[in-house]
């Protein structure tokens, strides 16, 4: 099996794939190193490790040599976070993210200006899948949960995304209570967000979530234990 194929098969097994998110090669193989069969990037922190913020303010050209940087630490497969695609057409991000050896995408439906209309971002899903074939996994972001949407809005977002080829879809920072009734209403593999502070990956997996996610929250955690630790060592006075 290739990679890509490898990564697919791990969101249609028994057990949830968890993603500890990195931000680079240290995080990415200490992510690896302690067993977990796939990496995941946080473009938030990636973005902020290169000295920009969260928000699609990365160069390009920046964000696919940070990716390729961790793909080459790692023996595991590599899927990242490419945030809402950075303006590129479907063919030159496919084209561009295949070359970083990653193999699989995420993809949100928002930028600063909120959510991009249904039908156009299903048929940017559509033209990223054809351009891409099998050789990523896509995974499809909602961010109906971020705007004060309804699940309603986001089954129909998550079964759009599914119809034009995403292989999982992210409605992201959805409530605990509601992920059952997503995962039955939109089919697929489902991506649910966790966090240090909860909910736990138990608790996701107990309401049907596939693949479970940490987004820039371990990347926070760190730099929090960095910044309090930094703290001790300051002269008396």
């Known amino acids: 099996m290739s990679r890509a194929e490898t990564f697919r098969a791990l969101h ?16 990415a193989r200490i992510v690896a ?10 473009s938030g922190a990636t973005a902020r490790v290169l000295g920009y913020d969260d928000g699609e303010l990365t160069p390009p050209a920046e964000m696919f040599a940070a990716i390729a940087r961790i793909v080459r630490a790692v023996d595991v497969p590599v899927t ?3 945030e809402a695609g950075y303006g590129l057409a479907p063919q030159e991000l496919v084209d561009r993210l295949l070359d970083t050896g990653a193999v699989g995408c ?21 033209d990223v899948r054809a351009a891409a074939g099998a050789d990523l996994v896509v995974n499809a ?15 129909e977002r998550g079964r759009a995304y599914r119809r034009a080829g995403a292989d999982c879809v992210y409605p992201i920072l959805a409530p605990l209570d509601v992920i059952a009734e997503l995962k039955s209403g939109i089919g697929g593999p489902l991506n649910a967000h966790a966090a240090p502070d909860g909910p736990t990956p138990d608790e ?6 596939t693949r479970i996610s940490y987004g820039t929250s371990l990347h926070k955690v760190v730099m929090a234990g960095f910044r309090d630790y930094l703290s001790t060592l300051k002269p008396p006075g």
């Open 141 to 155: 972001r909602i961010d109906t949960f971020l705007s004060g949407g309804t699940v309603a809005d986001a089954i």
């Open 12 to 27: 249609h097994g028994g057990t949830p794939l968890v993603l500890p998110n990195a931000w680079d090669p240290v995080s």
């Open 80 to 82: 990242a976070d490419l």
């Open 204 to 209: 996701l997996a107990a309401e049907g979530a």
């Open 106 to 126: 995420n993809l949100e439906d928002s930028t600063g200006s909120g959510l991009t209309d249904l039908t156009r971002q299903a048929d940017y899903l559509a």
């Open 33 to 42: 190193e302690a067993g977990f069969a796939a990496v995941a990037t946080s």
